[in-house]
């Protein structure tokens, strides 16, 4: 069984699609840090994220040591990772990988951007998790001052507004929700309330599957 969660920014799709994984017994990938490995291995070259020939090259030759790199999480990195998953050549590099990690028993579930539309269309449970850019600049300024990274609610907000006309934007797999996902606005939940409504979700999906 697949189960995919897209949505925008800081939605919270990553902390809900740990949960649903740990909730079901499934695999996890969040498939955002493949991007973000591409962008910080340009980075980090001194190359530019827009250079198509650069970022596919980092998209073929991905560093497994830089999965848990600290860096990915930085807002830079992030943004550097919106302008590599606007190229064509660098989405199409990453979809064995995400595809053939989908397909692992006894299920996966797998967060994104185009999950439900591209990399799994076929997923029999697909979920678009959504809040207000203001709820999801609260909450990746908080996060970030967990983290020891001080940076105002406004510049974060901005950061957000910037990432998100970009992945609408693009030509190639735009952030969009599937025609047949259940869209999850979080805006006014908690986690605890969110996840509950996803496996509520998941878990009828399962029964139609099965009747
Ligand atoms: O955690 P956050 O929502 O801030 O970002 P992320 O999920 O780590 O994704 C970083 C960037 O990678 C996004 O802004 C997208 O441009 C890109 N991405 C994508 O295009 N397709 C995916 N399946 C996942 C991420």
């Not at 006014?188 to 099965?210: C, E, P, T």
Request: charged share 25%; net charge positive.
């Amino acid at each position: 069984m697949i189960i995919a969660v897209d949505g925008p920014a800081a939605a919270g799709k990553g902390t809900l699609a740990r949960a649903l994984a740990a909730h079901f017994g499934f695999h996890f990938l969040d498939t955002g840090s493949l991007y973000r490995m591409v962008a910080l291995a340009v980075l980090s070259r001194g190359e530019d994220p827009r250079d198509p020939e650069s970022a596919t090259m980092a998209a073929a030759t991905l560093d497994p040591k830089s999965w848990n790199a600290e860096a990915l999480r930085d807002e830079m990195v992030g943004q550097a990772a919106s302008i590599v998953a606007a190229i064509p050549s660098v989405r199409a590099a990453l979809l064995n990988l995400q595809r053939s990690f989908a397909a692992r028993k006894p299920g996966a579930v797998l967060d994104g951007r185009d999950i439900g539309t591209v990399v799994c269309p076929e997923a029999e449970a697909k979920i678009f998790v959504t809040a207000s850019p203001q709820e999801r600049a609260r909450r990746r300024t908080a996060e970030l001052a967990q983290r020891g990274k001080t940076i105002a609610y406004e510049a974060v907000l901005a950061d957000i507004h910037k990432r998100d006309a970009r992945d609408r934007s693009r030509s190639f797999a735009p952030l969009v929700p599937a025609g047949d996902a259940y869209v999850l606005d979080t805006t006014d939940l908690d986690i605890n309330a969110a996840v509950a409504a996803a496996i509520r979700y998941v878990d009828s999906r399962v029964v139609k599957r099965s009747a």
